[in-house]
């Protein structure tokens, strides 16, 4: 059996969730506010400018409604629905938060509170939402998938099979989650196993270009490059443009030491979404392993610019630093990396960060 070590990178590649129903995050309908007509139009203007993707004039209207009616916990799950659509997620979490002071019994506002935890790290946290969400609400799909990311960030792999095989009880055709269970099995080197969830996911989503780069991976590291190579091809032929899948593909290219191949699959990745953190991350590497380490640096930075919380640019960042003499700012950005790896749970790699952060500084 090949190395994997080259595929964690893809378990925290998983998004937190999908875009869920505005519905189900706990927006509020219009009927709900009939007795009130003054709610009523805000609550009516508030989901056309929602449905319309204007933001900033819905959280404005939301606002109005709270002033209107400041105990209404659907306000505040609207306000923090819109703030996680725009990326501010400790907004969005104080805004959850107020809307489950007022009812604590909706299943979907800790959900929603679950996820802009966890878009912000703190899995810890958004794993204690989630738990609250499935113990309201036992057949909520969304919290169980939720919980099981999150616990799979923090490496419980246990805990995360068990949210899994959950969701499979309660919808045996969720090839998602045949999917995840089949990664945690090859991080955990039960390759066959692995690959028979796999298996089971591409069936049951035969045209789902993640279940198939997925596989493709448990092929790869049983060695049948042919199968690997076949299931790789068909993922970018689904879904040529998903950057996601073209950062595995340059991962699997770097492990089998083609990194020019790697470096084009990063780039590509790095192009069509110039806010993939890990597609920087890629370029970085690859580049510091060609002993280009200003261009690696440079790789890095945007990294961190692109996702100020994922401590694999900071790590790099710091490696390139190092490479390229600046000892201090090395320290600095290492220190950096040890304290979001800490708190997102990934203590192996906190540790590893932690022991070229010693040498580092034993040859000053």
Same mark, same amino acid.
């Given at each position: 059996?090949?190395?994997?070590?080259?595929?964690?990178?893809?378990?925290?590649?998983?998004?937190?969730?999908?875009?869920?129903?505005?519905?189900?995050?706990?927006?509020?309908?219009?009927?709900?506010?009939?007795?009130?007509?003054?709610?009523?139009?805000?609550?009516?203007?508030?989901?056309?400018?929602?449905?319309?993707?204007?933001?900033?004039? *819905?959280?404005?209207? $939301? =606002?109005? /409604?709270?002033?209107? #009616?400041?105990? !209404?916990?659907?306000? %505040?799950? &609207?306000? +923090? @629905?819109?703030?996680?659509?725009?990326?501010?997620?400790?907004? *969005?979490?104080?805004? $959850? =938060?107020? /809307?489950?002071?007022? #009812?604590?019994? !909706?299943?979907?506002? %800790?959900? &929603?509170? +679950? @996820?802009?935890?966890?878009?912000?790290?703190?899995?810890?946290? *958004?794993?204690?939402? $989630?738990?609250? /969400?499935?113990?309201? #609400?036992?057949? !909520?799909?969304?919290? %169980?998938?939720?919980? +099981?990311?999150?616990?799979?960030?923090?490496?419980?792999?246990?805990? *995360?099979?068990?949210? $899994?095989?959950?969701?499979?009880?309660? #919808?045996?055709? !969720?090839?998602?989650? %045949?999917?995840?269970? +089949?990664?945690?099995?090859?991080?955990?080197?039960?390759?066959?196993?692995?690959?028979?969830?796999?298996?089971?996911?591409?069936?049951?989503?035969?045209?789902?270009?993640?279940?198939?780069?997925?596989?493709?991976?448990?092929?790869?590291?049983?060695?049948?490059?042919?199968?690997?190579?076949?299931?790789?091809?068909?993922?970018?032929?689904?879904?040529?443009?998903?950057?996601?899948?073209?950062?595995?593909?340059?991962?699997?290219?770097?492990?089998?030491?083609?990194?020019?191949?790697?470096?084009?699959?990063?780039?590509?990745?790095?192009?069509?979404?110039?806010?993939?953190?890990?597609?920087?991350?890629?370029?970085?590497?690859?580049?510091?392993?060609?002993?280009?380490?200003?261009?690696?640096?440079?790789?890095?930075?945007?990294?961190?610019?692109?996702?100020?919380?994922?401590?694999?640019?900071?790590?790099?960042?710091?490696?390139?630093?190092?490479?390229?003499?600046?000892?201090?700012?090395?320290?600095?950005?290492?220190?950096?990396?040890?304290?979001?790896?800490?708190?997102?749970?990934?203590?192996?790699?906190?540790?590893?960060?932690?022991?070229?952060?010693?040498?580092?500084?034993?040859?000053?």
């Amino acid at each position: 059996m090949r190395n994997v070590d080259w595929l964690r990178p893809r378990l925290f590649l998983l998004s937190l969730a999908l875009l869920i129903p505005l519905a189900t995050l706990g927006l509020p309908h219009p009927s709900v506010a009939e007795d009130n007509w003054q709610l009523y139009e805000l609550f009516q203007e508030g989901k056309q400018r929602v449905d319309a993707k204007d933001f900033s004039g *819905a959280l404005e209207i $939301y =606002r109005r /409604a709270a002033t209107v #009616d400041s105990r !209404n916990p659907r306000i %505040y799950s &609207a306000i +923090g @629905y819109i703030k996680a659509q725009q990326g501010e997620h400790e907004e *969005a979490v104080q805004a $959850y =938060r107020q /809307a489950i002071s007022l #009812d604590n019994r !909706n299943a979907n506002f %800790y959900y &929603a509170l +679950g @996820y802009s935890l966890g878009n912000l790290g703190n899995f810890n946290g *958004a794993v204690a939402a $989630y738990q609250e /969400a499935v113990r309201i #609400d036992p057949r !909520n799909l969304m919290a %169980y998938q939720g919980l +099981g990311v999150s616990l799979m960030r923090m490496r419980n792999y246990p805990e *995360a099979l068990r949210a $899994y095989r959950r969701i499979i009880e309660l #919808d045996p055709k !969720n090839g998602g989650a %045949y999917e995840s269970i +089949g990664l945690m099995l090859l991080e955990q080197r039960q390759v066959r196993e692995a690959i028979e969830a796999l298996k089971q996911a591409a069936e049951l989503a035969p045209r789902n270009a993640s279940i198939q780069a997925s596989l493709g991976a448990a092929y790869l590291s049983q060695g049948d490059v042919p199968g690997a190579q076949a299931a790789l091809n068909e993922a970018i032929r689904l879904d040529p443009r998903n950057p996601k899948i073209n950062i595995q593909v340059g991962e699997m290219l770097k492990s089998q030491g083609d990194n020019e191949g790697a470096l084009v699959s990063f780039r590509r990745a790095a192009s069509i979404d110039s806010k993939m953190a890990d597609a920087h991350v890629g370029v970085g590497s690859v580049l510091l392993a060609q002993g280009k380490s200003l261009e690696a640096l440079v790789a890095y930075r945007q990294a961190t610019q692109a996702d100020a919380r994922n401590p694999d640019g900071y790590f790099g960042l710091g490696q390139a630093l190092k490479a390229r003499g600046r000892m201090e700012e090395a320290i600095a950005e290492f220190t950096t990396a040890i304290r979001l790896y800490q708190g997102q749970g990934r203590m192996d790699e906190a540790r590893q960060v932690n022991l070229a952060l010693q040498e580092l500084r034993q040859n000053l």
